[in-house]
């Protein structure tokens, strides 16, 4: 079946609201591209920003990364395995994970 998914990442800051270098962030995404792409055959990356509140109250406003697979590989193990690798990449408490399995038409 063909399948949709997004995997969102933040990449601002790590788990322990530490800055990731540019450094850190393009070993990151360019890892997580191999792996995306060894798993599912590519992958599309989307630039964002996220948004969420600390124990302060205090808005925390980051950059993040939506990476976009599709295709007959996508399932729902494979994806949950990409999301821990990575959460574990970029250093993350969570990440966010959306899979669809409606109609998609490539055009």
């Known amino acids: 079946m063909f399948m949709q998914a997004t995997i969102t990442v933040g990449c601002g800051e790590d788990r322990d609201c530490k800055p990731l270098s540019r450094e850190e962030e393009a ?12 798993h599912f055959g590519g992958v599309t990356i989307l630039k964002g920003d996220g948004a969420w509140l600390d124990d302060n109250d205090t808005l925390i406003v980051e950059p993040c990364r939506h990476f976009l697979v599709m295709g007959d590989k996508v399932t729902p193990e494979l994806v949950g395995q990409a999301a ?8 993350q408490s969570c990440v966010v994970v959306s899979i669809s399995n409606s109609a998609i038409t490539l055009v």
Do not use: G, K, Q, W
């Open 27 to 38: 070993f990151a995404t360019e890892s997580a591209m191999r792996i995306l792409s060894l």
């Open 84 to 91: 821990v690798s990575l959460r574990n990449l970029f250093n």
